[in-house]
C-alpha cells in the first residue's frame, strides 16, 4: 500500500504529520512523495482560521477528483479541521474513506487495515533533515477570545522531559543540526506535569545531551511569562540561538484585556528592550493582529509605534478574522474589511523599513549560517543564520555558494542586505 500525505497549517501540524507517516510505515505501508504515485492520500488539515479552513477543503475536493478518475483507491481527512467540524465534513464529502482527529493515528492505520507497531518518526517530502521541529506538547490554557485551538486541540499537556531529550536525540542522530522547539507556548511547557513551568529544565537537558554542533531555536513564546533572567540565560547559552519568537498580538491594554491576554504595555515594552541591552543584534520575532473589534485609529497608532521603538528584526502581521465560537466574533465593534485591510498595508510597510534597517546591521559581519539549498546554475547557496527561522524569515543568499553542501554549517561575509535577505560571499580566513 502506497500512501502520500498533505501536511497544511503550521510547524506543529508538519510533526503530527511526520508522527503519523512513521506509524504507517513502521506498519508496513509505503511512503511516497507525489499524490500521483499513491494508492492512499491523506490531508492532515488545519482549522485555525477561514483561509485555513477554505484551504484543507480546497484540498479534499483536488483528492475527491482523483479518487472519481480513479487515481486514487482512498482518501483520508484527518487533524484539526475534524475536530472543529467534523460532523459537517462527513456529511459534505461522502467520497472520503476515513476520518480522524489529531492524534488518533492509531484510527487511521487500522481503518488501512495495518496492524501498528513501535512508530519511529517519518519525514515529509520537503522536510530538510538537518532542520526539524521539536513539539513540547499539545494545546492551550492561555483561552484567548480570538483563537479556537483550546475547543480545537483541548488544554495544554505537556510531554515528559525524557521523552523530549530522546526524540530530539534521534533527530539529531539522523542529521539534524538544527532543533526548533515548538508548542502552542513554549512558557507553560511542564506546568501540566511537574507543578510549574519547566522550559529552562527541559532546555538544561537539551544543551547537555545534544551533538555540541546541534542548534536549538525557541518559537512561540508568551510574552507575559518572559523576563529579564530568562532572556540573560539563552544569551548565555552557545547552542540557544539568541532568537524569540514572542507573539504580542497587541500592544494597547484595552485591547490585549479584550483579547483575553494579560494588560501587559509596560511588560512587553520592558522585555523587547532589555533584550536589546543584552544583546544589541538579538533577533526579535512578534506577531501583530490588525482590527481586533474595537481598534481605534489611535490603538493601532500605538502598535506602529511599538515596532519602531522596539526596532522588531521579524513581524508576522495577520488580519482579524471572526471565528466560529469564539467570543471576539461576538464583539461589538468589528472592523470593516478594508479598514483592516488599510492597516494591515501601513504596518507592513513600517516593518519593511524597519527590517531593513536592522539587516543593515550585518553588512560587513560574519555570520555561521546553515545551508539549506543550493543553486548550482547561478552558483549560490541559499542558508539561514541564527536570524532566521525556517519557512518564516528571510534567507542568506551566499555567492559562490556550489562548492558547499546541504545541511552543512559555513561563515560568511555580509556583503549587503534587503528588507528580508542578506547577501553573503564565503568567509576566507
Not at 23 to 34: F, H, Q, R, T
Not at 149 to 177: H, M, T, Y
Not at 349 to 365: A, M, N, T
Request: hydrophobic share 40%; proline share 3%; charged share 30%.
Amino acid at each position: 500500500m502506497r500512501v502520500f500525505t498533505l501536511s497544511l497549517g503550521c510547524a506543529k501540524n508538519s510533526v503530527d504529520s511526520e508522527n503519523l507517516l512513521g506509524l504507517l510505515e513502521s506498519s508496513g505501508a509505503e511512503i511516497v512523495d507525489e499524490v500521483g504515485d499513491a494508492d492512499v492520500a491523506i490531508v492532515n488539515t488545519c482549522g485555525f482560521i477561514q483561509p485555513a479552513v477554505e484551504e484543507s477543503i480546497s484540498a479534499i475536493l483536488d483528492l475527491e477528483l482523483l479518487k472519481e478518475e480513479g487515481k486514487l483507491q482512498k482518501i483520508a481527512v484527518v487533524g484539526c479541521l475534524v475536530n472543529r467540524y467534523g460532523d459537517e465534513l462527513k456529511k459534505e464529502f461522502a467520497s472520503v474513506d476515513i476520518w480522524a482527529n489529531a492524534e488518533q493515528w492509531d484510527h487511521v492505520a487500522s481503518s488501512l487495515g495495518l496492524t501498528t507497531s513501535t512508530p519511529a518518526r517519518g519525514m515529509l517530502a520537503e522536510t530538510k533533515p538537518w532542520s526539524r521541529y521539536l513539539k513540547v506538547g499539545e494545546g492551550c490554557d492561555t483561552l484567548c477570545s480570538y483563537c479556537t485551538i483550546p475547543s480545537i486541540r483541548g488544554r495544554a499537556r505537556s510531554f515528559p522531559v525524557r521523552d523530549l531529550v530522546n526524540r530530539a536525540g534521534e533527530l539529531a542522530s539522523k542529521g539534524a543540526k538544527e532543533i526548533c522547539l515548538v508548542g502552542q507556548d513554549l512558557t507553560i511547557y511542564g506546568r501540566d506535569i511537574y507543578g510549574k513551568p519547566f522550559l529552562r529544565e527541559l532546555l538544561e537537558e537539551l544543551d547537555n545531551g545534544l551533538p555540541s554542533d546541534v542548534w536549538i531555536r525557541l518559537l512561540y513564546l508568551h510574552p507575559s511569562r518572559i523576563n529579564e533572567d530568562f532572556i540573560d540565560y539563552v544569551v548565555g547559552k552557545e547552542r540557544i540561538l539568541s532568537y524569540l519568537d514572542i507573539p504580542i498580538q497587541h500592544i494597547d491594554g484595552d485591547i490585549l484585556r479584550r483579547m483575553n491576554r494579560p494588560d501587559a504595555e509596560e511588560h512587553i515594552m520592558k522585555i523587547f528592550r532589555y533584550a536589546r541591552q543584552a544583546d544589541s543584534l538579538f533577533a526579535l520575532r512578534t506577531t501583530i493582529m490588525v482590527g481586533f473589534p474595537g481598534e481605534t485609529e489611535e490603538q493601532f497608532g500605538k502598535v506602529l509605534d511599538f515596532l519602531e521603538s522596539a526596532a522588531i528584526d521579524r513581524v508576522g502581521a495577520f488580519i482579524f478574522s471572526p471565528e466560529d465560537g469564539t467570543a471576539a466574533a461576538k464583539m461589538s465593534g468589528q472592523i470593516p474589511v478594508e479598514i483592516k485591510e488599510q492597516r494591515y498595508r501601513r504596518l507592513m510597510e513600517l516593518q519593511s523599513e524597519i527590517s531593513l534597517d536592522r539587516q543593515r546591521l550585518f553588512e560587513g559581519r560574519t555570520l555561521k549560517v546553515l545551508v539549506d539549498e543550493i543553486d548550482f546554475d547561478d552558483e549560490i547557496a541559499w542558508g539561514r543564520s541564527y536570524r532566521e527561522a525556517p519557512d518564516v524569515d528571510g534567507l542568506v543568499a551566499i555567492n559562490g555558494g556550489n562548492i558547499l553542501k546541504e545541511g552543512d554549517f559555513v561563515e560568511v561575509r555580509v556583503t549587503d542586505a534587503a528588507e528580508y535577505d542578506l547577501f553573503a560571499e564565503i568567509a576566507r580566513e
